[in-house]
């Protein structure tokens, strides 16, 4: 029930939508601060508006007090913003919230595959007995132009896989995705745990010599520490292993993500805010306000943006058709089952899967089995 993309996302989504709103087919062009932060608001507190924003370390803001401001940033960022620009919070107070919100790391790393393609699944892959809770696609069965047309024609598939829990022991390495020192550590325990649910899987094989190569998210920043200014007592301690040789001239940690991620916590409902901050001119559009979709997904952000642009018109008293709101009505089959997971768990039983995981697990074998005996 997914939907893909039929190609990589910077091509067929970002870079298309980029250029439209550059252009001035359908409206006025819009002008892009590349790379340029937004520093601080500017707030007039007589006329309750935003009049402005400072970006970088620019000391003149680019000014407009007629217009519409939408902060489409994730929540650090927009806490950030917010630090340097206090006398919001005032006039805003379900923004005096938004520290309470948790982000935690989801980032993840590209498997390239040199002599052929394993599509593994014409979706999306969840392994459930992963430590680092990974997930993954295979993404050229649903490209229209393959990679291999990419410049490099030796190359036949590319997955794209997730590791939502850093701080969990791998099942392998037995540490955590986050105190990997270098970034092969990660490739290779990743490896290993799609390797342990796909090796049952009748018509899958990953064979770790068919990869061509990993490149791993560039917002993890791997530290260099330089043994010379490390006690030899704090290196050990932090890598639970004997100090490597003085040949090594530095080794590397991961030691800080530029992104990380909103993730919903019990009870942090009431600290998000809603599209609507109470400031005249100024909107959030970002998957941490309250939205029906209710998860940190490109959906929930597309969500908060339509309900942004409902609250923009609003404001302006536009006669234009407002965005729809959509939504999400579980299948009455569901509830049943749903009934039986909250009966088992209130009485501190194993959830239904601990018996049929085994069984699948016994299933996927028998069906490979009678599969290569016939190829046979």
Same mark, same amino acid.
């Given at each position: 029930? =997914?939907?893909?993309?039929?190609?990589?996302?910077?091509?067929?989504?970002?870079?298309?939508?980029?250029?439209?709103?550059?252009?001035?087919?359908?409206? +006025? *062009?819009?002008?892009?601060? &590349?790379?340029?932060?937004?520093?601080?608001?500017?707030?007039?507190?007589?006329?309750?508006?935003?009049?402005?924003?400072?970006?970088?370390?620019?000391?003149?803001?680019?000014? =407009?007090?007629?217009?519409?401001?939408?902060?489409?940033?994730?929540?650090?960022?927009?806490?950030?913003?917010?630090?340097?620009? +206090?006398?919001?919070?005032?006039?805003?107070?379900?923004?005096?919230?938004?520290?309470?919100?948790?982000?935690?790391?989801?980032?993840?790393?590209?498997?390239?595959?040199?002599?052929?393609?394993?599509?593994?699944?014409?979706?999306?892959?969840?392994?459930?007995?992963?430590?680092?809770?990974?997930?993954?696609?295979?993404?050229? %069965?649903? !490209?229209?132009?393959?990679? =291999?047309?990419?410049?490099?024609?030796?190359?036949?598939?590319?997955?794209?896989?997730?590791?939502?829990? !850093?701080?969990? +022991?791998?099942?392998?390495?037995?540490?955590?995705? &986050?105190?990997?020192?270098?970034?092969?550590?990660?490739?290779?325990?990743?490896?290993?745990?799609?390797?342990?649910?796909?090796?049952?899987? *009748?018509?899958?094989?990953?064979?770790?010599?068919?990869?061509?190569?990993?490149?791993?998210?560039?917002?993890?920043?791997?530290?260099?520490?330089?043994?010379?200014?490390?006690?030899?007592?704090?290196?050990?301690?932090?890598?639970?292993?004997?100090?490597?040789?003085?040949?090594?001239?530095?080794?590397?940690?991961?030691?800080?993500?530029? =992104?990380?991620?909103?993730?919903?916590?019990?009870?942090?409902?009431?600290?998000?805010?809603?599209?609507?901050?109470?400031?005249?001119?100024?909107?959030?559009?970002?998957?941490?306000?309250?939205?029906?979709?209710?998860?940190?997904?490109?959906?929930?952000?597309?969500?908060?943006?339509?309900?942004?642009?409902?609250?923009?018109?609003?404001?302006?008293?536009?006669?234009?058709?407002? &965005?729809?709101?959509?939504?999400?009505?579980?299948?009455?089959?569901?509830?049943?089952?749903?009934?039986?997971?909250?009966?088992?768990?209130?009485?501190?039983?194993?959830?239904?899967?601990?018996?049929?995981? +085994?069984?699948?697990?016994?299933?996927?074998?028998?069906?490979? %089995?009678?599969?290569?005996?016939? *190829?046979?």
């Amino acid at each position: 029930m =997914d939907r893909i993309l039929n190609g990589p996302t910077s091509e067929v989504w970002i870079d298309p939508w980029v250029q439209y709103l550059k252009s001035d087919v359908g409206g +006025p *062009a819009v002008k892009f601060h &590349c790379k340029t932060p937004v520093k601080s608001l500017v707030f007039d507190p007589a006329s309750d508006r935003i009049i402005g924003v400072i970006l970088g370390n620019s000391a003149a803001p680019v000014s =407009d007090s007629e217009a519409f401001y939408v902060a489409a940033v994730p929540v650090e960022a927009m806490i950030d913003i917010l630090a340097n620009t +206090p006398e919001i919070l005032e006039h805003s107070p379900s923004l005096k919230l938004l520290p309470k919100l948790q982000v935690s790391w989801m980032s993840g790393l590209v498997c390239y595959l040199r002599k052929r393609d394993v599509p593994m699944c014409p979706g999306h892959v969840v392994y459930l007995n992963s430590n680092w809770a990974l997930t993954s696609i295979s993404q050229n %069965q649903f !490209w229209e132009k393959k990679i =291999d047309q990419y410049g490099k024609p030796d190359i036949k598939g590319v997955i794209s896989v997730i590791i939502s829990d !850093w701080f969990e +022991p791998g099942n392998h390495s037995g540490r955590p995705a &986050c105190e990997a020192e270098h970034h092969a550590d990660v490739e290779r325990e990743t490896f290993l745990e799609i390797q342990d649910h796909i090796k049952a899987a *009748a018509g899958v094989d990953l064979d770790e010599k068919n990869i061509a190569g990993w490149f791993v998210d560039p917002a993890l920043i791997f530290h260099k520490h330089l043994l010379g200014l490390m006690p030899a007592g704090e290196f050990v301690e932090r890598r639970k292993r004997p100090s490597p040789s003085s040949a090594d001239l530095n080794v590397v940690l991961v030691d800080k993500n530029k =992104d990380p991620l909103f993730i919903n916590t019990v009870g942090s409902w009431p600290w998000r805010p809603t599209e609507r901050t109470g400031i005249a001119n100024l909107f959030l559009a970002s998957d941490y306000i309250k939205t029906n979709t209710d998860l940190a997904t490109m959906e929930g952000a597309n969500e908060a943006a339509r309900r942004a642009v409902n609250g923009v018109l609003d404001a302006a008293q536009s006669t234009c058709r407002r &965005c729809e709101i959509f939504e999400f009505d579980e299948p009455a089959p569901l509830a049943p089952f749903k009934a039986i997971d909250k009966r088992l768990f209130d009485l501190g039983l194993p959830h239904p899967s601990t018996f049929g995981d +085994p069984l699948a697990y016994l299933g996927a074998t028998a069906t490979r %089995q009678r599969r290569e005996r016939g *190829a046979r």
